[in-house]
T-cell receptor
Framework: GENVEQHPSTLSVQEGDSAVIKCTYSDSASNYFPWYKQELGKRPQLIIDIRSNVGEKKDQRIAVTLNKTAKHFSLHITETQPEDSAVYFCAASKRDSSYKLIFGSGTRLLVRP | GAVVSQHPSWVICKSGTSVKIECRSLDFQATTMFWYRQFPKQSLMLMATSNEGSKATYEQGVEKDKFLINHASLTLSTLTVTSAHPEDSSFYIC????????????FGSGTRLTVV
């Protein structure tokens, strides 16, 4: 089955700097790659997603890139703010009979004021 | 937008008892429901996938007789933790897929289970 690896596990940046989180996936048939932000004790919140027919997507300070050949995708946050501090998860799924969404191990981002 | 209501938000039970967690899709038909377990400071681990009207498919290592999943309608899925033990204490969260939206996953708010 699908396996998603995520790095780094923790990331500390200065306010205003950029943050990059990287994920790799194992199943070449995966075609949907969302990124979630999770506050402690809360549900994951979708912040951006990308489909396999697109190489890059941007939404204000957040962008995601996808390299299908290498089977990896990355989250880029620019001009980080303290409120960006949270745990971020990447995930992958494919449009087969199950549509299972498999999560990476998570990255704890700390933005220092 | 799509909403999934999950109840209870937290529950404390004694060892050996069973606990039922409900997830309801409020404004769409959840053709598929996923159940996840999340231990502190860890990722969401998929436990099982259920489709309305059929038996759930469990991930490797998840005991189907311990974690009973029912998806009797397009708007309701339940997870029952049977004979709960302290090691079952965790954050359980459901996620519903709207059959009309191939890429949409809507998460419940989660249930914090503590077994004492």
């Amino acid at each position: 089955g699908e396996n998603v690896e995520q790095h780094p596990s923790t990331l500390s940046v200065q306010e205003g700097d950029s943050a990059v989180i990287k994920c790799t996936y194992s199943d070449s048939a995966s075609n949907y790659f969302p990124w979630y932000k999770q506050e402690l004790g809360k549900r994951p919140q979708l912040i951006i997603d990308i489909r396999s027919n697109v190489g890059e997507k941007k939404d204000q300070r957040i962008a995601v890139t996808l390299n299908k050949t290498a089977k990896h995708f990355s989250l880029h946050i620019t001009e980080t703010q303290p409120e960006d501090s949270a745990v971020y998860f990447c995930a992958a799924s494919k449009r087969d009979s199950s549509y299972k969404l498999i999560f990476g191990s998570g990255t704890r981002l700390l933005v220092r004021p | 937008g799509a909403v999934v209501s999950q109840h209870p938000s937290w529950v404390i039970c004694k060892s050996g008892t069973s606990v039922k967690i409900e997830c309801r899709s409020l404004d769409f038909q959840a053709t598929t429901m996923f159940w996840y377990r999340q231990f502190p400071k860890q990722s969401l681990m998929l436990m099982a996938t259920s489709n309305e009207g059929s038996k759930a498919t469990y991930e490797q290592g998840v005991e189907k007789d311990k974690f009973l999943i029912n998806h009797a309608s397009l708007t309701l899925s339940t997870l029952t933790v049977t004979s709960a033990h302290p090691e079952d204490s965790s954050f359980y969260i459901c996620s519903a897929r709207d059959g009309a939206n191939n890429y949409g996953y809507t998460f419940g708010s989660g249930t914090r289970l503590t077994v004492v």
